[in-house]
């Protein structure tokens, strides 16, 4: 099976300075991933994806990820953190031909103003 | 274009009570996803249904769930005689068709349904 894995339970950042969140991936084949956010009592909001082509991947409200295929990292990034991006973080990769996700157990990311 | 719709949004029962969850699809999406995150702890997938079909449901416990997509409605997640571990959110996602019938590969969440058995 696919599995992805977070390292960090808390990632604390002052606003203004640069945010990365982690993720290591275990994959045969080629891989999927995902990050998706969640804001306290709501659903995941997706953020971006690699599939294939450049290793830098841009997606929504300014974050960004690098994919390593030496290092089989995927981990997540944003220039200059926002207190708003205070969430939890999901990394994702679709496990199986069915398209069905596994999730890392989360990062709780806090933005210090 | 209204996202994925759950309700309700919160469900208490007893112990052995029925769960009800249902998963209203983004339009235009005929692939639907069940996912389970207990406290602390990620997303585990449950099932993936496309209309009137179970297409995977390994993530399934083996009893008292059981899951539906009907060709008219909204995709209902049951939980017979519920117990205390079943206190969970329970996440709805959708995606889009592909040619070929697969779902594509980005899965958009509902806000989820937060069970709570007493």
């Known amino acids: 099976a696919q599995s992805v894995a977070q390292p960090e339970d808390q990632v604390n950042v002052a606003e203004g300075n640069p945010l990365t969140v982690k993720c290591t991936y275990s994959v045969s084949g080629n891989p999927y991933l995902f990050w998706y956010v969640q804001y306290p009592n709501r659903g995941l909001q997706f953020l971006l994806k690699y599939i294939t082509g450049d290793n830098l991947v841009k997606g929504s409200y300014g974050f960004e990820a690098e994919f390593n295929k030496s290092q089989t990292s995927f981990h997540l990034k944003k220039p200059s953190a926002l207190v708003s991006d205070s969430a939890l973080y999901f990394c994702?990769?679709?496990?199986?031909?069915?398209?069905?996700?596994?999730f890392g157990k989360g990062n709780q990311v806090v933005v210090i103003p | 274009n209204a996202g994925v719709m759950q309700n309700p949004r919160h469900l208490v029962r007893r112990r052995g009570q029925e769960a009800r969850l249902r998963c209203s699809p983004m339009k235009g999406h005929s692939h639907v996803y069940w996912y389970r995150q207990l406290p602390e702890e990620g997303l585990k997938f449950m099932v993936y249904l496309q209309k009137e079909n179970i297409i995977d449901e390994s993530g399934m416990p083996k009893e008292r769930f059981s899951a539906e997509f009907p060709k008219e409605g909204p995709s209902i997640l049951r939980i017979q005689q519920v117990v205390r571990g079943d206190s969970a959110a329970y996440f709805c996602?959708?995606?889009?068709?592909?040619?070929?019938?697969?779902?594509?590969?980005?899965?958009?969440f509902g806000p989820g349904t937060r069970l709570t058995v007493l």
């Open positions: 996602a959708s995606s889009p068709p592909r040619a070929g019938g697969r779902g594509t590969d980005t899965q958009y």
């Open positions: 994702a990769v679709r496990d199986g031909g069915n398209n069905r996700l596994a």
